[in-house]
């Protein structure tokens, strides 16, 4: 397993609220674990919530007893959660504070565990690119409805505006996603100022070039930053073995 990540301020947010971590070393009982985040909320909110989730939903994967991967994943979330929320309510001038949050496992067979709250994408590319995450997303509820076009979607005015975010609430509803990855698959997780700036066919197109999977990374933050840069930029990937066949 090899895993790769790199974030970015961008060209005209101040200060990054974005923030990830990863290992391809064990995580309590995890074999490896990605993380990403992207906070919101004023005066700095939205960094300390970032921040706070990755670092709370880390530890408590790391001192889990839980048996199954889903269940270390799910605890990790609601760990996050009732941190950031409980800052929030002690701290006036962080209320209302949140942050996004997806992490991903890849345990021995190539079986891709992930989660996600928010608009915070994982895709896996096998040859192809798939998002497997749902964007919790008032245009994602909108598409889903068919009131709008995913075409529509990508230009709609409240298109950043997310309906699940951790923090905002003393539960959150995560979503769990499994699947089995072929050798040499990988699984991309990143921030909205990726998919904002860079459309999938992009994506897919560089993570398909040849060259290793830290450069491919790093051309996907150039490409994002040359679009425009309007946002953090956030993206971790991990590549199973065989990568380099693909």
């Known amino acids: 397993m090899e895993i790769y990540g790199i974030t970015d301020q961008g060209k005209t947010r101040l200060m990054n ?20 985040a992207d906070g919101m909320g004023g005066h700095s909110a939205g960094e300390v919530a970032s921040r706070m989730a990755v670092e709370v939903l880390v530890e408590n994967c790391g001192q889990s007893q839980e048996e199954g991967v889903d269940d270390i994943l799910r605890g990790g979330v609601q760990a996050a959660n009732r941190q950031v929320f409980r800052l929030a309510k002690e701290r006036g001038y962080l209320f209302g504070m949140g942050t996004t949050l997806a992490a991903c496992v890849v345990t021995e067979g190539n079986r891709l565990y992930a989660v996600n709250v928010g608009d915070s994408r994982i895709y896996i590319y096998d040859g192809t690119l798939r998002q497997i995450s749902l964007d919790h997303s008032l245009v994602e509820e909108m598409v889903q409805a068919g009131e709008i076009t995913r075409e529509e979607s990508l230009v709609h005015p409240d298109r950043n505006k997310i309906t699940r975010a951790i923090g905002t609430g003393a539960f959150v509803l995560c979503d769990l996603y499994v699947q089995t990855l072929a050798a040499g698959s990988v699984v991309l997780l990143c921030t909205d100022g990726l998919t904002n700036m860079v459309g999938d066919g992009r994506i897919q197109e560089i993570l398909g070039n040849g060259g290793s999977l830290e450069q491919r990374v790093r051309d996907l933050l150039e490409e994002a930053l040359e679009n425009g840069g309007c946002d953090n930029v956030t993206i971790v990937a991990m590549a199973t073995s065989d990568q380099e066949k693909r």
Not at 19 to 35: E, T
Request: aromatic share 10%; charged share 25%; no cysteine.
């Open 17 to 36: 609220e974005d923030h990830f971590y990863h290992s391809d070393k064990p995580v309590g009982r995890l074999p490896n674990l990605a993380v990403i």
